[in-house]
């Protein structure tokens, strides 16, 4: 069984991708299952998305890793089942301020400076 740092990568390899914000804003984040950030307000700019690989343990996404860190994202959608949460730190510890996206939960402006995400 690979390592966590191992799946972590893997898991952010295979489930990030960059795409331009969807053109219709009654839809945003037209993605069935994944968390989407948003680097304008009311969900538009450029959108980055993040899902795990393994869906029923998830994985922690360092935003920073990616461009995304550092008060980048601006709002948030969250498609999934189960809740996930935006950190201050770059590793998903509460050693900093946090902020849940609960299901299907839409968020602007997100209340925080986001530096990686516990996603499923």
């Known amino acids: ?3 966590k740092w191992v ?3 893997l898991a952010v390899a295979a489930a990030t991708v960059l795409l ?3 053109a219709n804003a009654a839809t945003p984040c037209p993605f069935p299952g994944p968390l989407c950030l ?6 538009t700019g450029t959108v980055f998305t993040a899902s795990a ?3 029923a343990t998830g994985v922690c996404v360092d935003l920073t890793a990616h461009g995304w860190g550092g008060g980048r994202v601006k709002s948030a959608i969250n498609r999934n ?6 950190y201050n730190s770059t590793n998903c510890t509460l ?3 946090f902020q849940y996206i609960f299901p299907n939960q839409l968020v602007s402006p997100v209340g925080l400076t986001a530096n990686s995400a516990y996603v499923y």
């Open 20 to 22: 331009p914000a969807p």
């Open 95 to 97: 050693s900093g301020p």
């Open 81 to 86: 089942t189960k809740t996930a949460v935006l």
């Open 7 to 9: 799946r972590t990568a």
């Open 38 to 43: 948003y680097d304008g307000p009311s969900f």
């Open 53 to 55: 690989l393994n869906p």
């Open 1 to 3: 069984m690979p390592g």
